[in-house]
Nanobody, 115 residues
Framework: QVQLVESGGGLVQPGGSLRLSCAASGTIFNRYGIAWYRQAPGKQRELVGS???????AYADSVKGRFTISRDNARNTVYLQMNSLKSEDTAIYYC?????????WGQGTQVTVSS
């Protein structure tokens, strides 16, 4: 059974940076494409960006140029580097498989961007 654990969130000022981690157990992570999703209060979960098993990335327009996804297959971990954070990036961030979220959701990690 695959378990996902997201970490690295916190409170940051606008313009600041955070790096989120998504660690998986129970599967060979590097076989799968992985996406980061986020859910803001009162909104539906949305796709932030993704990375294929081969390392190709894609991003939502709202984060393009500010967020970068990478992976360390040896550590079974995918990262989300977030720079130039804005208040509208405030949300709980989750990871899961692509092309569809086939695993049980982890607890997510809260990112709050506020002065």
């Amino acid at each position: 059974q695959v378990q996902l654990v997201e970490s690295g969130g916190g409170l940051v000022q606008p313009g600041g940076s955070l790096r989120l981690s998504c660690a998986a157990s129970g599967t060979i992570f590097n076989r799968y494409g992985i996406a980061w999703y986020r859910q803001a209060p009162g909104k539906q979960r949305e796709l932030v960006g993704s990375i294929t098993s081969g390392g190709s990335t894609a991003y939502a327009d709202s984060v393009k140029g500010r967020f970068t996804i990478s992976r360390d297959n040896a550590r079974n971990t995918v990262y989300l580097q977030m720079n130039s954070l804005k208040s509208e990036d405030t949300a709980i961030y989750y990871c899961n498989a692509i092309p569809f979220p086939k695993w049980a959701w982890g607890q997510g990690t809260q990112v709050t961007v506020s002065s």
